[in-house]
């Protein structure tokens, strides 16, 4: 059921993507496309605050048409469209499907991708991070040793999309289907993989570590970035976040648990 | 085309720490100075204020107040015999740039070393003679002594409002402070930091086993505070953002809020900043320093900028990085020992251990960059090294600097990085957990050391300064024992879970944040043969030169830099002023 959705869901992506290339020559705009139409496709479900297990549906459950369908105008506009910037529809798929696995949904906060994780992901991929802002990028490139770091010549978003072809037709060839449709736990397995270079997939290692580092910051990040919707990991951990003045608190609150609805730089502009 | 501009008194490289205390002593004394500063400008209101300040992403992980890699780095390789890489994006260290450099987002770790760190190889010879130090083992004495630089220090205490206990004052010995400490002057302009939960288990459990624990001195202003310039500085909020942070609350001293006001207001100074120093002009014959050659960045323009008095007041890379291209003083050969720029770099060795309190509410989220319980009684040579197979120490401390929860995310060991137990892990101890650090000095040894990169280049075209680095059987041994000292405090506490110790192991990464107190390279001493600049910081080569700065350590202890970076900086100042204005030349003779 899941994999019939998700496939779907892709499908839906791919052509939404072919079409409005060749309506608008341009990638998918929100000032051309209604606010329904591109919700229905790109929409990342605003992540219910109350969300308990259930959550796991608000992403992955429910197909596209349906979300945009059964949900009431209001949190459409609340939930605001979010148009991929960089990722094309297969790598926003596999990168939802990735920060599902690494941060699955449970009773402690809704899934990665439910809190906004991928479309934190693909703005960072987006922007100077993602093309490389801060590396040094003269040649020559040589390989090193681990202590070396990173070495590679490709950007970041380079790097995702390269090693996304390579993982995804790894499953194909072992699953016969792309990671994106594979189970929660054929996704583990192959994430495990990467993680401890058994996959042998060049780069592999590197971008695992690369995925799983914008995962955790787009998690706990403030939530101006995209992701930690709702501020869902400041309150799994009981992270206040701002303003951060404790002044007079550090010593009120000596040995006793300092509790507070948790605010975003958002909530002070 | 180069425009060649007016002569000036003197001309200042780098605008931290060093430069702007040397800038406030030489235009105090009358003298016509030029700050060069290759980053921008940036304000407290502008720059650092509420909300926008409070952004773990952008000023941690996106590194906005640091050093360019894409324009500047090092290239590093383990052993001379292998190719150096470059270290493509900042890890290990987080050098800055821009006014106040570092200076503006450090912690406020503000320390000064012990009397036997500055006389180390005399030190650790008269206590246990030659044969104890390895031939492979480089340290040397820094040519000045405790009692000299202390009145040094005191001044940059007084000038940072920093808050702590005295442990021995003028011999007399205070429970409660650094009994460890040498003689100090006078007290810490400010108390002591709030003293947290976490500073409590840890002063607890280190008195059950005889240490003696006392605050962190901390460059984070525990009540609203006055300088001796008439600069005021805020009360801290404890808001958990300092290191890598600029400070709304202006309570954490940097040269920004404790010099550059004044600094700036003096009409015998102007400060350039974009403006990126190529090189120094040396005439080898006079033995002098004639100009300063640099790029505005901002439209392209080359400047030669000649001065009776040339500073050197970047950050270590750059200050060794200057004296190599320029062709001042001879470089380092590790084969045959002989030259000196770029010897004895040097860092510093971490370990420690992971402690987990379930009960404890620790709000790790309230905290101050500098707010620890530390002890040192494993510092230094302050125990007995007979027998244990290395010298040096550690300061080992807890402490709460801030719950930042993209970093701070502490699990027990054994769990998995993501996932269900990961999700659980963490949203269980986040509140509940601290680590005990162990900081340990790092000894000079012959094979670590700076050079050219022949392979790559910056922005300028200059060649990447090139480091030979790994950790040594000291290191090694140093951070065994002292992350086994940690283990034992953490033992004595009434913890749910103690990670087992975490020394350093294997080789020297560029990878992992460990610190940013990169040391040597253009260090001090008592002759031209073994050091690059004289007990003054003025240069063997060129006596209208002074480098100031980490760079003129000859080893690192284990302690945060800063204190002593700008005792050092005073001490050079007033020899400067009081000895060489009125008579340039070699103040020592070699």
């Known amino acids: 059921m899941q994999h019939e959705e998700r496939v779907r869901r892709r499908r839906f992506l791919q052509v939404l993507s072919a079409s409005s290339a060749t309506l608008l020559g341009a990638p998918a705009c929100a000032t051309t496309l209604t606010a329904p139409t591109l919700g229905a496709a790109r929409v990342i479900p605003q992540a219910d605050p109350t969300a308990t297990t259930k959550a796991t549906a608000v992403t992955s459950g429910s197909g596209p048409t349906q979300s945009a369908a059964t949900q009431p105008a209001s949190t459409l506009s609340a939930s605001a469209p979010e148009p991929a910037l960089t990722l094309n529809p297969t790598e926003y798929a596999f990168v939802e499907a990735a920060v599902d696995t690494l941060i699955p949904a449970d009773d402690l906060s809704p899934s990665g991708a439910a809190c906004g994780v991928a479309v934190f992901i693909d703005r960072q991929l987006a922007g100077a991070f993602g093309s490389g802002a801060r590396l040094y990028r003269s040649g020559p490139f040589l390989q090193g040793k681990p202590e070396h770091g990173y070495q590679l010549a490709l950007t970041p978003r380079e790097l995702f999309g390269s090693t996304i072809v390579l993982v995804n037709t790894r499953t194909q060839r072992e699953h016969g289907r792309s990671f994106d449709v594979l189970s929660e736990a054929e996704r583990s397995a192959v994430l495990s993989a990467l993680e401890s270079g058994a996959s042998a997939l060049p780069a592999g290692q590197i971008f695992f570590e690369l995925l799983l580092t914008l995962t955790m910051e787009g998690f706990f990040a403030d939530p101006m970035y995209g992701g930690n919707r709702d501020k869902a990991a400041w309150k799994m951990v009981g992270y206040p976040g701002l303003p951060a003045t404790y002044q007079g608190e550090i010593a009120d609150y000596h040995g006793r648990r300092f509790d507070r609805a948790p605010q975003s730089i958002i909530d002070f502009c | 085309?180069?425009?060649?501009?007016?002569?000036?008194?003197?001309?200042?490289?780098?605008?931290?720490?060093?430069?702007?205390?040397?800038?406030?002593?030489?235009?105090?004394?009358?003298?016509?100075?030029?700050?060069?500063?290759?980053?921008?400008?940036?304000?407290?209101?502008?720059?650092?204020?509420?909300?926008?300040?409070?952004?773990?992403?952008?000023?941690?992980?996106?590194?906005?107040?640091?050093?360019?890699?894409?324009?500047?780095?090092?290239?590093?390789?383990?052993?001379?015999?292998?190719?150096?890489?470059?270290?493509?994006?900042?890890?290990?260290?987080?050098?800055?740039?821009?006014?106040?450099?570092?200076?503006?987002?450090?912690?406020?770790?503000?320390?000064?070393?012990?009397?036997?760190?500055?006389?180390?190889?005399?030190?650790?010879?008269?206590?246990?003679?030659?044969?104890?130090?390895?031939?492979?083992?480089?340290?040397?004495?820094?040519?000045?002594?405790?009692?000299?630089?202390?009145?040094?220090?005191?001044?940059?205490?007084?000038?940072?409002?920093?808050?702590?206990?005295?442990?021995?004052?003028?011999?007399?010995?205070?429970?409660?402070?650094?009994?460890?400490?040498?003689?100090?002057?006078?007290?810490?302009?400010?108390?002591?930091?709030?003293?947290?939960?976490?500073?409590?288990?840890?002063?607890?459990?280190?008195?059950?086993?005889?240490?003696?624990?006392?605050?962190?001195?901390?460059?984070?202003?525990?009540?609203?505070?006055?300088?001796?310039?008439?600069?005021?500085?805020?009360?801290?909020?404890?808001?958990?953002?300092?290191?890598?942070?600029?400070?709304?609350?202006?309570?954490?001293?940097?040269?920004?809020?404790?010099?550059?006001?004044?600094?700036?207001?003096?009409?015998?100074?102007?400060?350039?900043?974009?403006?990126?120093?190529?090189?120094?002009?040396?005439?080898?014959?006079?033995?002098?320093?004639?100009?300063?050659?640099?790029?505005?960045?901002?439209?392209?323009?080359?400047?030669?900028?000649?001065?009776?008095?040339?500073?050197?007041?970047?950050?270590?890379?750059?200050?060794?990085?200057?004296?190599?291209?320029?062709?001042?003083?001879?470089?380092?050969?590790?084969?045959?020992?002989?030259?000196?720029?770029?010897?004895?770099?040097?860092?510093?060795?971490?370990?420690?251990?992971?402690?987990?309190?379930?009960?404890?509410?620790?709000?790790?989220?309230?905290?101050?960059?500098?707010?620890?319980?530390?002890?040192?009684?494993?510092?230094?040579?302050?125990?007995?090294?007979?027998?244990?197979?290395?010298?040096?120490?550690?300061?080992?401390?807890?402490?709460?600097?801030?719950?930042?929860?993209?970093?701070?995310?502490?699990?027990?060991?054994?769990?998995?990085?993501?996932?269900?137990a990961w999700k659980r892990a963490t949203a269980r101890w986040y509140r509940h957990s601290f680590s005990i650090g162990a900081s340990g000095a790092n000894y000079a040894h012959r094979r670590n050391y700076l050079d050219l990169d022949p392979n790559y280049r910056d922005v300028l075209g200059r060649p990447l300064l090139r480091m030979t680095y790994n950790f040594r059987e000291n290191d090694y041994k140093l951070s065994s024992y002292c992350s086994g000292v940690a283990a034992r405090i953490a033992s004595a506490m009434d913890a749910t879970i103690v990670s087992t110790p975490n020394p350093r192991r294997g080789n020297f990464s560029v990878t992992p944040y460990q610190s940013t107190h990169n040391t040597g390279g253009t260090i001090m001493g008592s002759n031209p043969r073994d050091s690059v600049v004289n007990r003054y910081l003025q240069s063997w080569d060129a006596d209208n030169l002074f480098v100031v700065g980490a760079s003129v350590f000859p080893q690192n202890a284990s302690y945060n830099p800063t204190g002593t970076v700008g005792a050092l900086a005073y001490w050079s100042a007033d020899a400067i002023v009081q000895r060489y204005l009125k008579a340039p030349g070699p103040l020592v003779h070699a």
């Open chain 2, 1 to 420: 085309m180069t425009t060649r501009l007016k002569e000036v008194d003197v001309v200042i490289v780098g605008f931290g720490w060093t430069g702007a205390i040397m800038a406030r002593e030489l235009t105090k004394a009358g003298l016509s100075v030029v700050g060069l500063e290759r980053g921008p400008q940036r304000s407290t209101a502008e720059d650092f204020g509420l909300p926008g300040v409070r952004d773990e992403l952008k000023y941690v992980h996106r590194h906005e107040l640091f050093q360019d890699t894409q324009q500047e780095t090092v290239s590093m390789r383990h052993e001379p015999s292998e190719t150096a890489l470059p270290m493509r994006r900042l890890g290990a260290f987080l050098p800055g740039t821009g006014v106040g450099g570092a200076g503006s987002h450090w912690n406020g770790l503000h320390w000064r070393l012990l009397p036997s760190d500055l006389s180390l190889r005399s030190h650790v010879t008269a206590r246990y003679g030659r044969s104890a130090i390895p031939d492979e083992m480089s340290i040397q004495d820094f040519g000045v002594g405790y009692d000299e630089l202390e009145p040094y220090y005191d001044r940059f205490e007084k000038l940072c409002g920093v808050s702590g206990q005295a442990g021995n004052l003028r011999g007399q010995r205070i429970e409660g402070g650094n009994v460890f400490e040498g003689p100090r002057s006078d007290h810490y302009p400010n108390r002591p930091l709030h003293k947290t939960v976490t500073g409590e288990l840890f002063e607890t459990a280190a008195k059950k086993l005889g240490y003696h624990p006392f605050p962190a001195p901390a460059s984070n202003a525990s009540a609203a505070y006055t300088n001796p310039e008439g600069l005021t500085l805020g009360a801290c909020q404890y808001c958990g953002h300092c290191e890598r942070f600029g400070c709304e609350a202006n309570a954490k001293a940097t040269p920004n809020t404790t010099l550059l006001p004044v600094v700036l207001a003096d009409r015998n100074f102007s400060l350039r900043t974009h403006a990126y120093v190529r090189s120094l002009v040396y005439d080898k014959h006079a033995r002098k320093v004639r100009a300063v050659q640099y790029v505005d960045v901002r439209d392209g323009q080359e400047y030669e900028q000649p001065a009776k008095l040339v500073i050197l007041g970047a950050y270590v890379f750059n200050n060794t990085l200057l004296m190599l291209t320029s062709g001042i003083g001879r470089a380092y050969d590790p084969t045959t020992g002989r030259g000196v720029v770029g010897k004895n770099y040097c860092y510093q060795v971490g370990g420690g251990v992971q402690v987990f309190v379930e009960g404890r509410e620790l709000n790790p989220f309230m905290g101050a960059g500098a707010l620890s319980m530390n002890i040192d009684d494993f510092n230094g040579d302050n125990f007995d090294h007979a027998g244990l197979g290395f010298l040096g120490g550690a300061w080992i401390a807890a402490g709460t600097s801030g719950g930042r929860p993209i970093s701070h995310r502490p699990v027990p060991p054994g769990t998995p990085r993501w996932g269900s």
